[in-house]
C-alpha cells in the first residue's frame, strides 16, 4: 500500500463524540509532519517520523543510530548545513509528490505462472526511495503478511 493511498488511515477521537472515532487520513499526517516545522537535526527528523509511525518507532523496534552517526560524527557543519537546509528539503519535496507521480498502486510480484512487469521512470523510484527514506510507507504489524 502506498503511503497516499485513501485506504492508509488511522483512527482519530471524534470531535463531536467522546466515545467515538474517525479515521483520518494518513498522508495529511505525513504531509503536514513534514511541512510544518524546519528540520534541522537529526533529532528533529526523528521526532517528525515518529509523529506518523508512532506504533514502529516508539516502540523502539527501529532506531535511528547509523543516520545520527553519519550526520553527527561523519559531517562538517558545513555538510550538515547542506543536508538540512537544501539537501532534506528536496527530499521532501520528492517524497510529497508521490500521488502526483504515482496515480495508481504499483501491482505486487510474485512467483507465479503469469509473466508481469512494472514500469518506472527514474524520477518515480527516486520518489519512492524518498518515501523509504522517510519512513512514510505504512508498517505492517503481522508478520505473516509481511513475507
Not at 71 to 92: A, N, T
Not at 111 to 135: G, M, P, W, Y
Amino acid at each position: 500500500k502506498l503511503p497516499c493511498s485513501p485506504c492508509n488511515t488511522y483512527s482519530a477521537p471524534s470531535s463531536t463524540d467522546e466515545e467515538s472515532t474517525i479515521q483520518v487520513s494518513r498522508w495529511y499526517q505525513i504531509q503536514t509532519a513534514l511541512t510544518c516545522v524546519p528540520i534541522e537535526s537529526i533529532a528533529d527528523l526523528k521526532n517528525v517520523i515518529c509523529s506518523y509511525q508512532p506504533k514502529r518507532y516508539q516502540a523502539n523496534k527501529v532506531d535511528f543510530r547509523g543516520l545520527e552517526s553519519l550526520v553527527d560524527k561523519k559531517m562538517s557543519p558545513e555538510q550538515k548545513g547542506r543536508f538540512f537546509g537544501s539537501f532534506l528539503p528536496r527530499i521532501i519535496d520528492l517524497a510529497l509528490n508521490l500521488p502526483v507521480l504515482i496515480k495508481k498502486p504499483i501491482p505486487l510480484l510474485t512467483f507465479s505462472s503469469t509473466e508481469r512487469k512494472v514500469d518506472l521512470t527514474q524520477h518515480q523510484i527516486a520518489c519512492l526511495l524518498a518515501n523509504a527514506f522517510l519512513c512514510t510507507f505504512p508498517f505492517d504489524s503481522n508478520p505473516l503478511t509481511r513475507e
